[in-house]
């Protein structure tokens, strides 16, 4: 029999080429370190072929260099290499091959994760020297002009989004309240702060936030925490009501590019987005990798997420204390004349 | 309870992550928030929203990489903002049919033409913008970076609306990022919501500008090179040497 003939590395040749000839052969560079950003100086990036048949010869030729002869693919028609960055600041060129034959690359979804390595250009940067906290989103705390800040604590919020649950927003604003203890965030039916369903155009959240001068009270507050009207005038430039619009599309495809459930991403962005209620700025994104992010109010979800950034740091603290050096006057109560007390 | 509150409220105005309003957009009145379950209709006037997409781009390099395809267009013609509820401004987008002049990257449909659908728009007594940014308008050339229109894009059951077989639908990159007007002159112009890299390309003539995003494309996406022949394979000395030597982002045509 010409069976017999055969070696056990043949036969499994043969058996592997009838078990994945159909499919396709890629290639995917991944920062193992942190999933879905940006390669930096540090991390472990890792190389995964599949799709091909046992034994096939792994070579790469990267920025017009001679090919590199890495090794051969498993039984599974699989192989991996893993390796810790050690230089960064360029653009590494890279066809990989199998038996001669260039692989294509099956890089992560550019929308959902638009700062991962890709092949064939993978961008290897260095650390990001510095900090890179938030700042506020204008004005200053009791200044004049344009408004920045709450003028009272602890502000109510209360959630009507069927995208978590009401014990993901208590946390997230359990976690913020540990961030300052000068402005504190706390339950109520009657709430400046409402976290809800809506468009968010190409955002997973928006914060809409509206201040008002109210020239007819001025010099006091009045009835802010009167339960007949929970946003009454608050006088000079106080804000005094915050929207957060959750996406139920857009935070659907974050979830299902991420892997995680939609609550768990509406989570993220509620975190986030408490930070804008609150008064923080965005901090604007550059390269995507992980030195850089050093605050919840990073632009970037996947990043945050791959980063592992998903509360508040003693960036958006210290940052939060400069917006608010003192505790406002407490709104104890509903129904409390607010007009009792006043700060600024 | 609500009109005690408007004959106080002598300004207001709304702030975003952005700000909303510019001060001369002011409304004289504003609507409280409403309580928990009711929507939330803005007071009527201008509404600017936050340029404040969920994955940013932060450069070219980043903007071609996010590209489905890359157009020079004009616009032909605009049509009437729709809301997925009249009663408010929230998702209002705007459609306008760009005619391909020229494809940069990607692959254009045959019938030469796009569906350019952007957030934004007059719906009833709210004028719906995004901060930064500016919807086309007809006889206006522009340089495209596009990604097909989401979901979220609600011109879907709108049957007077071209077939999106044949004009297929797309949304600029990250609003005011994803194009770049042309003027009469033939300058290349980001709005002013685009990032401060994007802007020094202001200016640039426009023949310039395409040789430079040509480059940038095959800067992302350099040509597959078949396996060299007759040079000597090597073995990795180190874990990283399949990175080789990186080249310098300093020579990158597109900012990294």
Same mark, same amino acid.
């Given at each position: 029999?010409?069976?017999?003939?055969?070696?056990?590395?043949?036969?499994?040749?043969?058996?592997?080429?009838?078990?994945?000839?159909?499919?396709?052969?890629?290639?995917?560079?991944?920062?193992?370190?942190?999933?879905? @950003?940006?390669?930096?100086?540090?991390?472990?990036?890792?190389?995964?072929?599949?799709?091909?048949?046992?034994?096939?010869?792994?070579?790469?030729?990267?920025? !017009?260099?001679?090919?590199?002869?890495?090794?051969?693919?498993?039984?599974?028609?699989?192989?991996?290499?893993?390796?810790?960055?050690?230089?960064? !600041?360029?653009?590494?060129?890279?066809?990989?091959?199998?038996?001669?034959?260039?692989?294509?690359?099956?890089?992560?979804?550019?929308?959902?994760?638009?700062?991962?390595?890709?092949?064939?250009?993978?961008?290897?940067?260095?650390?990001?020297? !510095?900090?890179?906290?938030?700042?506020?989103?204008?004005?200053?705390?009791?200044?004049?002009?344009?408004?920045?800040?709450?003028?009272?604590?602890?502000?109510?919020?209360?959630?009507?989004?069927?995208?978590?649950?009401?014990?993901?927003?208590?946390?997230?604003?359990?976690?913020?309240?540990?961030?300052?203890?000068?402005?504190?965030?706390?339950?109520?039916?009657?709430?400046?702060?409402?976290?809800?369903?809506?468009?968010?155009?190409?955002?997973?959240?928006?914060?809409?936030?509206?201040?008002?001068?109210?020239?007819?009270?001025?010099? !006091?507050?009045?009835?802010?925490?009167?339960?007949?009207?929970?946003?009454?005038?608050?006088?000079?430039?106080?804000?005094?009501?915050?929207?957060?619009?959750?996406?139920?599309?857009?935070?659907?495809?974050?979830?299902?590019?991420?892997?995680?459930?939609?609550? @768990?991403?509406?989570?993220?962005?509620?975190?986030?987005?408490?930070?804008?209620?609150?008064?923080?700025?965005?901090?604007?994104?550059?390269?995507?990798?992980?030195?850089?992010?050093?605050?919840?109010?990073?632009?970037?979800?996947?990043?945050?997420?791959?980063?592992?950034?998903?509360?508040?740091?003693?960036?958006?603290?210290?940052?939060?204390?400069?917006?608010?050096?003192?505790?406002?006057?407490?709104?104890?109560?509903?129904?409390?004349?607010?007009?009792?007390?006043?700060?600024? | 309870?609500?009109?005690?509150?408007?004959? *106080?409220?002598?300004?207001?105005?709304?702030?975003?992550?952005?700000?909303?309003?510019?001060?001369?957009?002011?409304?004289?009145?504003?609507?409280?928030?409403?309580?928990?379950?009711?929507?939330?209709?803005?007071?009527? $006037?201008?509404?600017?929203?936050?340029?404040?997409?969920?994955?940013?781009?932060?450069?070219?390099?980043?903007?071609?990489?996010?590209?489905?395809?890359?157009?020079?267009?004009?616009?032909?013609?605009?049509?009437?903002?729709?809301?997925?509820?009249?009663?408010?401004?929230?998702?209002?987008?705007?459609?306008? +049919?760009?005619?391909?002049?020229?494809?940069?990257?990607? *692959?254009?449909?045959?019938?030469?033409?796009?569906?350019?659908?952007?957030?934004?728009?007059?719906?009833?007594?709210?004028? +719906?913008?995004?901060?930064?940014?500016?919807?086309?308008?007809?006889?206006?050339?522009?340089?495209?970076?596009?990604?097909?229109?989401?979901?979220?894009?609600?011109?879907?059951?709108?049957?007077?609306?071209?077939?999106?077989?044949?004009?297929?639908?797309?949304?600029?990159?990250?609003?005011?990022?994803?194009?770049?007007?042309?003027?009469?002159?033939?300058?290349?112009?980001?709005?002013?919501?685009?990032?401060? *890299?994007?802007?020094?390309?202001?200016?640039?003539?426009? $023949? +310039?500008?395409?040789?430079?995003?040509?480059?940038?494309?095959?800067?992302?996406?350099?040509?597959?090179?078949?396996?060299?022949?007759?040079?000597?394979?090597?073995?990795?000395?180190?874990?990283?040497?399949?990175? $080789?030597?990186?080249?310098?982002?300093?020579?990158?045509?597109?900012? *990294?």
């Amino acid at each position: 029999m010409q069976f017999r003939s055969l070696t056990g590395a043949a036969l499994l040749t043969i058996v592997s080429a009838l078990t994945y000839s159909l499919q396709a052969q890629t290639v995917q560079v991944r920062n193992d370190s942190y999933p879905g @950003t940006a390669l930096e100086v540090g991390n472990t990036v890792g190389v995964y072929i599949s799709g091909g048949t046992y034994n096939q010869e792994v070579t790469v030729v990267a920025n !017009g260099g001679s090919p590199f002869v890495y090794g051969n693919l498993d039984m599974t028609g699989a192989w991996s290499h893993q390796s810790l960055i050690i230089s960064g !600041g360029g653009t590494s060129n890279q066809t990989w091959y199998l038996d001669g034959t260039p692989i294509t690359p099956n890089n992560l979804s550019t929308t959902y994760f638009p700062k991962a390595p890709k092949l064939p250009g993978v961008l290897v940067y260095n650390n990001y020297v !510095g900090s890179n906290c938030p700042g506020a989103l204008s004005g200053a705390y009791c200044g004049s002009g344009s408004a920045a800040h709450w003028n009272y604590t602890p502000v109510a919020y209360c959630s009507t989004s069927t995208l978590l649950t009401s014990g993901n927003v208590n946390s997230d604003v359990s976690t913020w309240n540990s961030m300052s203890s000068n402005i504190q965030m706390s339950s109520n039916s009657y709430c400046p702060i409402w976290i809800h369903n809506g468009s968010a155009g190409t955002d997973n959240g928006i914060t809409r936030a509206t201040s008002g001068t109210c020239t007819s009270c001025a010099g !006091g507050y009045k009835d802010l925490c009167s339960i007949v009207s929970p946003f009454e005038c608050i006088g000079g430039s106080g804000v005094y009501g915050a929207e957060i619009i959750l996406d139920a599309t857009n935070l659907a495809g974050a979830a299902s590019a991420q892997g995680v459930s939609v609550a @768990t991403v509406a989570t993220n962005t509620v975190m986030h987005e408490l930070g804008h209620a609150l008064r923080l700025a965005d901090i604007g994104v550059g390269d995507g990798k992980c030195s850089e992010v050093q605050s919840v109010m990073y632009g970037s979800l996947s990043v945050l997420r791959g980063c592992g950034v998903t509360a508040p740091t003693s960036c958006d603290s210290n940052e939060l204390n400069v917006i608010y050096p003192t505790a406002p006057a407490t709104c104890s109560a509903v129904g409390t004349n607010y007009c009792s007390s006043t700060t600024c | 309870m609500y009109s005690n509150f408007f004959a *106080k409220a002598a300004v207001a105005f709304f702030l975003g992550s952005a700000a909303l309003l510019s001060a001369q957009d002011r409304p004289s009145e504003y609507t409280p928030l409403r309580p928990p379950g009711a929507l939330s209709p803005p007071p009527p $006037g201008k509404l600017v929203l936050p340029n404040h997409p969920a994955e940013p781009v932060s450069s070219l390099y980043q903007l071609v990489t996010m590209s489905a395809i890359i157009i020079d267009g004009t616009v032909v013609n605009s049509l009437p903002p729709i809301s997925p509820n009249p009663d408010s401004p929230d998702g209002a987008q705007t459609a306008a +049919v760009i005619s391909v002049n020229r494809t940069v990257f990607g *692959k254009a449909p045959a019938s030469g033409q796009i569906l350019l659908v952007e957030t934004g728009g007059q719906i009833g007594k709210w004028q +719906v913008s995004v901060e930064g940014d500016s919807l086309v308008r007809a006889g206006e050339r522009y340089i495209f970076f596009l990604t097909p229109a989401g979901p979220n894009q609600i011109f879907a059951a709108n049957e007077m609306l071209p077939d999106p077989t044949k004009v297929p639908r797309y949304s600029p990159i990250g609003y005011a990022n994803g194009k770049a007007l042309v003027s009469t002159t033939g300058g290349a112009q980001f709005a002013p919501g685009a990032i401060s *890299k994007l802007h020094s390309f202001d200016s640039s003539e426009s $023949g +310039v500008f395409l040789e430079k995003i040509t480059a940038c494309i095959n800067e992302v996406y350099p040509p597959v090179q078949p396996y060299p022949v007759g040079v000597a394979p090597l073995s990795p000395k180190s874990g990283m040497d399949f990175f $080789g030597k990186l080249i310098p982002f300093g020579d990158s045509k597109c900012g *990294k």
